[in-house]
T-cell receptor, first 112, second 116 residues
Framework: AQKVTQAQTEISVVEKEDVTLDCVYE???????LFWYKQPPSGELVFLIR??????QNEISGRYSWNFQKSTSSFNFTITASQVVDSAVYFC?????????FGKGTRLHILP | SAVISQKPSRDICQRGTSLTIQCQVD?????MFWYRQQPGQSLTLIAT?????????ESGFVIDKFPISRPNLTFSTLTVSNMSPEDSSIYLC?????????????FGSGTRLTVV
């Protein structure tokens, strides 16, 4: 069975602090894809990143970075120098064969 | 990537009534997905809508409660039937969209449904 666990339900940090959102996944597949989505208060889902199971190279995009560790089945997301606009719910997700399974999400509050 | 127009954006409905949600995609797609997001919860896949065949429902969701139409490759509707307050959720459609050499998923803006 496939499963995505985001153990952190809610996190609050002060602006400019760094914050890491954890994601652990379970799958028996050898080929799969991992995603992070952002859901701001307006409700839409914003795609952040996709990673396939064969590419363990970490990625940095501006203040965002992702650490994929296949050995621990983790795909963690770090925001550096957080800003108030980063306040949102962040979902980690796993897909195979066109179906995407979401974790429960982490609600991130960035305090001014 | 694809652009999805989802309507209505929100609605308040009386219990026992039905609401039909529409998703229009600006390109042809084979699969469309319908999700439900209950208050404070994650997204749960309701069904996969394929053009020309019956929708495939996930465990816990049935066609009588959530009938789906897929008349062509750019359009789909989800109906929430005989609504109760427990159906109050955000409903989203999604399509896989090419992102260069791979596929991502684009989501509609969601329909925020409140049943009173």
């Amino acid at each position: 069975a496939q499963k995505v666990t985001q153990a952190q339900t809610e996190i609050s940090v002060v602006e400019k602090e760094d914050v890491t959102l954890d994601c652990v996944y379970e799958t028996r597949d050898t080929t799969y894809y991992l995603f992070w989505y952002k859901q701001p208060p307006s409700g839409e889902l914003v795609f952040l990143i996709r990673r396939n199971s064969f590419d363990e190279q970490n990625e940095i995009s501006g203040r965002y970075s992702w650490n994929f560790q296949k050995s621990t089945s983790s795909f963690n997301f770090t925001i550096t120098a957080s800003q108030v606009v980063d306040s949102a719910v962040y979902f980690c997700a796993l897909s195979r064969d066109d179906k995407i399974i979401f974790g429960k999400g982490t609600r991130l509050h960035i305090l001014p | 990537s694809a652009v999805i127009s989802q309507k209505p954006s929100r609605d308040i409905c009386q219990r026992g009534t039905s609401l039909t949600i529409q998703c229009q995609v600006d390109s042809q797609v084979t699969m469309m997905f319908w999700y439900r997001q209950q208050p404070g919860q994650s997204l749960t896949l309701i069904a996969t809508a394929n053009q020309g065949s019956e929708a495939t429902y996930e465990s816990g969701f049935v066609i009588d409660k959530f009938p789906i139409s897929r008349p062509n490759l750019t359009f789909s509707t989800l109906t929430v039937s005989n609504m109760s307050p427990e159906d109050s959720s955000i409903y989203l459609c999604s399509v896989p969209t090419p992102q260069g050499s791979w596929y991502g998923y684009t989501f509609g803006s969601g329909t925020r449904l409140t049943v009173v």
